[in-house]
Every structure is written in structure tokens, then in C-alpha cells.
């Protein structure tokens, strides 16, 4: 008797996700993994369909299907590597597989400061707007808790919403 050989085209068995954001002095592995008969070829390419390949210093494709960005220094950033989009890639003889869009973005870790920024001729018993200025590199890793005047007084977000704070100082120490 002779055994009829079955092929089966790829599927995903760990799809990469959506976005991957790391800090270059971690790196960061995205993983991408399917099966098939025969197994499937595992490749990457980037958004625009060119192939990835390891570059020096800077990315290797793993054995196991994983792309692999290597901490970097700031001079080492590069736009083309570090704010990309790729596409895992599964292929066989039967058929070849795309995954979704990986948006993948380096964020060189460097100081920044938070600017505050307030009208300094409000009248005392009126409203008074502050402005949290945060430097556009950070901006969206960043959420404002709340807002402390003299390691005293805190403004914390209103719970009905609107932008708006609620003051709270803290209590008095007790005297011992």
C-alpha cells in the first residue's frame, strides 16, 4: 500500500503583533513562527515588499523565524530599521502566507523636561489653567497623575471628566 503524501499550505502558529516599541539600549525580538507540509520558510520583508536581511550590529534573523533588533547606541539609530514596517513572510511549496503590518519603533532614550505653563495674573478665588508641556519624542509614553505644588498641595484629574482638576491638599502631619 502506498501512502498518499498530503501538502498543506502555511498558517500562522504565532503571528507577530501589531506594533513593537522598544528603547535601543533593549532591543527587542519579534516572533513569527508557522507550520505546514512541507514546514514552511520563514522570512521577513519590509512594507514596501523589499526582503530584510541581518544587518551588522543592528538586526538578525533567528533560526526559529524571529527578527531581532539589537540594542544600539544613539548614534546608531537608523530611521529605515527603527521606524518601519515589516511583514512576516511563511512560504512553502504549496503556497506562501503574509502576516499583518508590524509598525516597529526605536525610541532613543535621552533627558527631557516637562514644562509647566500657567497665567501668572489669576486672581485669587478664580479658575487658573495649567499647561503641561511634554518635548514631542516622549509625548505619547507620557501620562500626567496629577500636579504637586510644595511637595504639599496635589490636582488630581476630575472624575467627571472636561479637562478639569480636583485640588486635594494633603493632610497635616499629626504633632507627636
Known amino acids: ?54 544587518i551588522p550590529q543592528t538586526t538578525e534573523l533567528l533560526s526559529n523565524g524571529s527578527l531581532l533588533f539589537l540594542p544600539f547606541r544613539p548614534s546608531g539609530y537608523r530611521h529605515d530599521v527603527h521606524a518601519a514596517t515589516y511583514r512576516c513572510v511563511a512560504a512553502n ?7 499583518r503590518d508590524v509598525r516597529v519603533r526605536a525610541v532613543v532614550l535621552q533627558y527631557y523636561e516637562v514644562q509647566v505653563y500657567y497665567n501668572k495674573n489669576v486672581v485669587r478665588g478664580n479658575t487658573a489653567v495649567l499647561k503641561c508641556t511634554i518635548p514631542s519624542f516622549v509625548r505619547e509614553y507620557i501620562t500626567v497623575t496629577s500636579w504637586v505644588q510644595d511637595s504639599s498641595f496635589n490636582i488630581y484629574p476630575s472624575t467627571k471628566g472636561g479637562g478639569m482638576g480636583t485640588a486635594c491638599p494633603r493632610p497635616p502631619r499629626s504633632l507627636a
Open 1 to 54: 500500500m502506498i501512502a498518499a503524501s498530503s501538502s498543506v499550505g502555511p498558517t500562522f502558529l504565532k503571528e507577530p503583533p501589531a506594533r513593537v516599541d522598544f528603547a535601543n539600549d533593549t532591543g527587542a525580538r519579534v516572533d513569527c513562527s508557522a507550520g505546514g507540509s512541507p514546514p514552511p520558510n520563514i522570512s521577513w520583508q519590509l512594507g514596501d515588499g523589499k526582503s530584510v536581511v541581518g
Open 93 to 99: 511549496s504549496v503556497g506562501r502566507i503574509l502576516s
